[in-house]
DNA sequence: TGTAATTACGGGATACGTAAAGATG
DNA sequence: CATCTTTACGTATCCCGTAATTACA
């Protein structure tokens, strides 16, 4: 029993909630995950995840699981990368990319100090919010917001953004404030939407549980247009905390449905899948890492 | 390829510094092992390990990657060991071993503070300088100093204490001080054992070393007889620094030859083998990791 | 020349995928 | 009744252990 794949898979579940969603994206068979699931039950002695056909929780013991599994794992793929770049030292070229509004906020104003740091490396800042093929463009370290899709790479969780609805001010006079998840649908949405496709946002307050499907008639591709948007009194937007830090504090923009939970959106650094991460890339994974877990500069 | 699992036989070949002990540790062929580190090898890109015929060192690469196996290994089963335990609260009646001297002068003065953080606990502290076995004494974990023979076991290690040839300074004054290990051979030595054996000890000067085998006529199976002896001017010793903090800051015990070093003892936790660790003897070996890792309070 | 690591080879267990059955909303 | 998980089964692969070979002090 390769117990690190075990976790890998475990993590993957739970991520997706789904046996079959982290097969397809571990590419194996679902039985495969249904077995070795099985298996690590039988090995500790406890059920880990309480499954009903539909939804798929962790219980609390395997809540621990999950969270010390992501260590393991992360601390591995440290070893395998600290072996295979050690020696190297921090200078070159690194080639980082994020996306377009997340970097000019987050990162950029942060990178003084990380290249200080270092002065023989100097960084190639590549953003954009598509999904960039790291390979092909040989990039050393991806900064992703949201699920990831391509569960081939080595990825690293940095920080959890919380999410909120927005609307501007001036917006929500002309309109009014939607009071439930369910007033939103007579409101207009300025929806963020990388490939075409419906929107569904499950809202939590407490234990009850709201599901709304997005309407809009106006779609953007890139953060940076919906934040625009936004502002400009266009609509409400389910966007992250981080976007809105100044509009939010001057009550230019405003929170709406304060009561109701969305899911976290998550920051993941992720490496070429195939090859070890360099030593540069890790060294920049880490300070950044630094930088969210700080509390002054948290998501 | 079990990557956990080579992690683990990688350790253990560092540790022992031979494929074959640490086969004979784990329970496997030595040819087994020969091709996991050849695989990890290959994986990884690197030469992990420089081989000569009688000696096996970890180069760069390979000691990098060992630190991170261990933190690795120990995140893993720290995994099971939580998704085992969960739900199991700190109460009950713990039961853990460590070797008397230590004990009483590491352990007992500091155990207020667990007392007092889990009040609905009860503790048993067996003070035994032997090997107990675990499982026969249902312990739920054990303190132990030095390499670990026993491999079936889950373990931790919590710190490494430096190693110190002592004698009283009345015994000085009789029969002089030692200026090199070879002298020590002239001198009555105390020795510490608890299976009959020679001891040889390796010392190291900058690059050089030396190897001395004791020769004396007092052999001590317990560190606390050792320590009298010592205080009694019966001869040197071959000792950890904690075992004559006040003496050696009073001047009663001298440390002799202070330019050679001598391997350091680690401290490792260990739970009995075939079980996960319970909740509470988590919290007891985290807690003691706590204080070991204090300045303060360290070895 | 003896000890320890590597290579060679045969056997066995493990883990996968396809296909069918069972459960659940 | 559609979807997702579990069970069943045949197959392929990997990994281990014994034995022979090579390297090194």
């Given at each position: 029993?390769?117990?690190?794949?075990?976790m890998?898979?475990?993590?993957?579940?739970?991520?997706t909630g789904?046996?079959?969603a982290?097969?397809?994206?571990l590419?194996?068979?679902?039985?495969?995950?249904s077995?070795?699931?099985a298996?690590l039950e039988?090995?500790?002695?406890?059920?880990l995840?309480?499954r009903?056909?539909?939804?798929l929780t962790?219980?609390e013991?395997?809540?621990?699981?999950?969270?010390?599994a992501?260590?393991?794992?992360?601390?591995?793929?440290?070893?395998?990368?600290?072996?295979?770049?050690?020696?190297?030292?921090?200078e070159?070229?690194?080639?980082?990319?994020?996306?377009?509004?997340?970097?000019?906020?987050?990162l950029v104003?942060?990178?003084?100090?990380?290249?200080?740091?270092?002065?023989?490396?100097?960084?190639?800042?590549i953003?954009?919010d598509?999904?960039?093929?790291l390979?092909a463009?040989?990039i050393?370290?991806g900064?992703?917001?949201?699920?990831?899709?391509d569960?081939?790479?080595?990825?690293?969780?940095?920080?959890?953004a919380?999410r909120?609805?927005v609307?501007?001010?001036t917006?929500?006079?002309?309109k009014?404030t939607?009071?439930t998840p369910?007033?939103?649908?007579?409101?207009d949405?300025?929806?963020?939407?990388?490939?075409?496709?419906g929107?569904?946002?499950?809202?939590?307050?407490g234990t009850?549980?709201?599901?709304?499907?997005?309407?809009?008639r106006?779609?953007?591709n890139?953060?940076?247009?919906?934040r625009?948007?936004v502002v400009?009194?266009?609509?409400?937007?389910?966007v992250?905390?981080?976007?809105?830090?100044?509009?939010?504090a001057s009550?230019?923009?405003?929170?709406l449905?304060?009561?109701?939970?969305l899911?976290?959106?998550d920051?993941?650094?992720i490496?070429p899948?195939?090859?070890f991460?360099?030593?540069?890339?890790?060294?920049?994974?880490?300070?950044?890492?630094?930088?969210?877990?700080s509390?002054?500069d948290?998501?």
């Open positions: 029993m390769d117990r690190l794949r075990v890998e898979t475990f993590v993957r579940v739970v991520e789904s046996f079959s982290a097969a397809r994206d590419r194996m068979g679902q039985p495969a995950v077995k070795m699931i298996a039988e090995r500790i002695g406890t059920r995840l309480i009903s056909t539909r939804r962790p219980s013991a395997g809540q621990a699981f999950y969270e010390h992501l260590r393991a794992i992360a601390e591995a793929n440290e070893a395998d990368a600290a072996a295979h770049g050690a020696g190297a030292g921090i070159g070229r690194l080639r980082v990319c994020a996306p377009v509004t997340f970097a000019r906020l987050n104003p942060k990178l003084d100090a990380f290249l200080s740091a270092h002065p023989r490396l100097s960084l190639d800042l953003m954009d598509r999904m960039i093929d390979i463009e040989s050393d370290v900064l992703r917001l949201g699920d990831l899709t569960s081939a790479l080595i990825a690293r969780k940095l920080a959890s919380e909120l609805v609307a501007s001010a917006y929500l006079e002309r009014g939607p009071k369910g007033d939103l649908l007579a409101h949405a300025v929806v963020y939407e990388q490939r075409s496709g929107q569904e946002w499950v809202f939590k307050r009850s549980e709201t599901s709304v499907a997005l309407r809009g106006l779609f953007i890139a953060a940076e247009g919906v625009e948007a400009a009194g266009l609509g409400f937007a389910v992250s905390r981080w976007m809105f830090g100044p509009e939010l009550g230019k923009v405003v929170s449905l304060p009561e109701w939970n899911p976290l959106m920051l993941w650094a490496y899948s195939g090859k991460a360099t030593t540069k890339a890790r060294a920049f994974v880490n300070w950044f890492e630094k930088i969210m877990a509390p002054a948290a998501l």
